[in-house]
């Protein structure tokens, strides 16, 4: 029962890396870029949410709702003003800008709302349902059938819509791309808004979880969701969705059949072999680079 | 014949620096409305870099290009193909990585339109459009012969079929006027044979203008109605292919003296 236990927690855990990963693996996919301040946009959206329900007493979905709006826009808006003048730039420079913009926002985020750590107050009721001695909390219920939705809503729009084909068309090939005319900025534009959407879904999942808002909360989540992105593939949604999933069971098991303090060293030790054996990660493309 | 049909592209003095060099200049040409024309020179004379003028890849430096008679000094790439040119590739740039369906697909990105509120909500509206997409992709495909491949990747596409994929794609984009860079390079005798019929088909059947590069002259001389020969940039020559054929001066280019 216990393994049972450990592995539903880690598919709880593993869901909120998964939805924080398709952020980076698309991104990745059409921008070509490694967006490192992705993670402190889930910082960002977890201040929303923590002050839209204290401070302004709103309910948790609506919460949610205002918090994913806020990330989409400032999703666009840094791949406005601090990427998309770097379009035509070595990608060595984006990265740099990247981890720029992550450090502005912490320290915006301090400066706006200090360091001290802000209690998320409790959104989601505590029990759960028990069958045969195993428990499962409402919270792992609602997080694994938010991933899950998550995953199918962007598979089929990624696959049946026009928007999500001309992604696909501008991740292959932008210049083709803007040929059979298709506004390629408007599709990077239209991918970091629903990262960062998917960020603030995540922000909550995890300040639910882990009740405690603060400027780096990002920073910790963001890097695992990142190595869970390079696990399955980078590039890849279903490779996101996998690695996800699979670093968070890892991560429990390796806590609770190993060592609590070592499991992030497990974790990326595991990261380093399948990358050993498989450098494109699990679902990963290999990419022939052109002559 | 030509005299009396509407020109769908004039070029009048067209030039373009890359650097201090000036890769083509004081160029001059026309395509009158269902008209298949054809532009060789030999290599490096500049001509795919008129097809990345006339698409805006490249900002001309001087001169201007009217299209359907408007000015389109300001265009972007993406609305150099809405207002109707669309081409293909010299070296293929298929979306590999898409189905072969999806990659005509693509190429009705801009002309065929629903909101986005629509797809999230699966609407009638929505699955309307969709479907429309779908048929007159499948349409391109059997034109092509490649429905049996819809589902494919285009990568796993033979070299051929990649070729005729390419056309179907840019077609999809509804263009006045196509742009062929080197059509048949490295097809055989029968393939480039199936070609020319497949590009007088398409000029018949879309009722587009046609200006394809091509090094092919069986091609070229078949098919083109009117030449334009490029040579160091420049144009030296414009015609008829007959009067192209007998033309010393583009015979002294292409075999030197």
């Known amino acids: 029962m216990d393994f049972l236990s450990y592995l539903i927690n880690g598919l709880g855990l593993g869901s909120v890396y998964a939805i924080i990963a398709l952020g980076y693996t698309m991104v990745y996919g059409i921008a070509k870029m490694l967006n490192f301040a992705h993670g402190d946009v889930i910082m960002v959206g977890a201040y929303v949410a923590f002050f839209a329900i204290s401070n302004l007493g709103l309910p948790l979905l609506p919460a949610v709702l205002l918090s994913i709006a806020v990330c989409t826009v400032l999703g666009v808006v840094i791949e406005r003003l601090a990427y998309k003048p770097l379009r035509a730039a070595s990608s060595l420079s984006v990265l740099i800008t990247a981890i720029g913009v992550s450090y502005f926002l912490q320290n915006a985020a301090q400066l706006l709302w200090s360091s001290s750590t802000k209690v998320f107050p409790s959104v989601i009721s505590n029990g759960g349902i028990s069958w045969n001695g195993l428990t499962v909390s409402w919270l792992t219920l609602i997080t694994i059938s938010v991933c899950v939705l998550v995953m199918i809503c962007l598979v089929l729009f990624i696959n049946r819509t026009k928007t999500g084909r001309a992604m696909r068309a501008c991740s292959e090939d932008k210049g083709a791309s803007t040929l059979m005319g298709i506004n390629v900025n408007l599709m990077i534009s239209i991918t970091f808004a629903i990262g960062s959407g998917l960020a603030a879904i995540a922000s909550v999942l995890l300040c639910a979880a882990y009740p405690s808002v603060f400027p780096t909360l990002g920073a910790m989540p963001g890097i695992k969701a990142f190595t869970a992105a390079v696990f399955g593939g980078i590039g890849s949604i279903p490779g996101a969705f996998l690695g996800g999933l699979l670093l968070g069971v890892i991560e429990i098991f390796a806590k609770a059949y190993i060592s609590t303090q070592l499991s992030d060293a497990i974790v990326f030790a595991v990261l380093i072999l399948v990358l050993l054996i498989k450098p494109t990660g699990l679902l990963g493309k290999r990419i022939r680079e052109k002559v | ?257």
């Open chain 2, 1 to 257: 014949m030509t005299q009396n049909r509407k020109p769908v592209l004039e070029v009048r003095e067209l030039g373009i620096d890359f650097g201090g060099l000036s890769a083509v200049n004081d160029f001059n040409m026309e395509v009158y409305e269902g008209e298949i024309a054809g532009l060789i020179g030999p290599n490096g004379a500049g001509k795919t870099t008129v097809f990345n003028m006339l698409t805006k890849v490249y900002q001309p430096t001087r001169g201007t290009i009217l299209f359907d008679g408007e000015d389109t000094a300001k265009k972007t790439v993406v609305e150099m193909n809405h207002a109707g040119i669309a081409r293909t590739f010299q070296n293929i740039r298929l979306f590999s990585g898409l189905s072969v369906l999806d990659n005509v697909r693509t190429g009705f990105h801009g002309r065929v339109v629903y909101s986005p509120v629509a797809a999230v909500l699966r609407l009638p509206s929505y699955r309307a459009k969709e479907r429309e997409i779908e048929e007159k992709s499948r349409e391109l495909l059997s034109i092509f012969g490649l429905e049996e491949e819809a589902d494919n990747l285009a990568s796993n596409l033979p070299y051929g079929a990649q070729r005729r994929l390419e056309i179907a794609r840019a077609l999809a984009t509804g263009p006045k006027l196509l742009l062929l860079d080197e059509p048949a390079a490295g097809m055989n005798p029968q393939e480039t044979e199936e070609l020319m019929q497949m590009i007088r088909l398409v000029r018949d059947h879309f009722h587009t203008s046609i200006l394809l590069i091509e090094h092919d002259m069986k091609l070229v001389m078949g098919i083109c109605e009117r030449i334009t020969v490029l040579n160091y940039g420049m144009m030296l020559a414009q015609g008829t292919p007959e009067e192209i054929q007998s033309n010393p001066e583009v015979i002294k280019a292409y075999l030197g003296e």
